[in-house]
């Protein structure tokens, strides 16, 4: 069985940092893509920040120079730093994996950010 788990959610205010995590398990990640997808209040599901297996990084345009991406494969985990965080940014987080032609989700974890 397949499990995503994040943590690392919370309050915080503007400015302010917060780190991400997320740990797979019931799968080998390590030859494929990992990263992290938000969902703010009314909008649709986004991309925030993922990684392929080859190290190569895309962010989105919105968090670009203020997050960052990484993730360890011997211990099948990837994380999200999240500095300078801003109102905006306030969502429920996602860690995913792709898995050849699968997609794997957590369940979120919530980050509120306030002005």
């Known amino acids: 069985q397949v499990q995503l788990v994040e943590s690392g959610g919370g309050l915080v205010q503007a400015g302010g940092s917060l780190r991400l995590s997320c740990t797979a398990s019931g799968r080998d990640f390590s030859r494929n893509a990992m990263g992290w997808y938000r969902q703010a209040p009314g909008k649709q599901r986004e991309l925030v920040a993922i990684m392929d297996s080859g190290g190569a990084i895309n962010y989105a345009d919105s968090v670009k120079g203020r997050f960052t991406i990484s993730r360890d494969n011997t211990k099948n985990t990837v994380a999200l730093q999240m500095n300078s965080l801003k109102p905006e940014d306030t969502a429920v987080y996602f860690c995913?994996?792709?898995?050849?032609?699968?997609?794997?989700w957590g369940k979120g974890t919530l980050v509120t950010v306030s002005s």
């Open positions: 995913n994996a792709y898995y050849y032609g699968l997609n794997y």
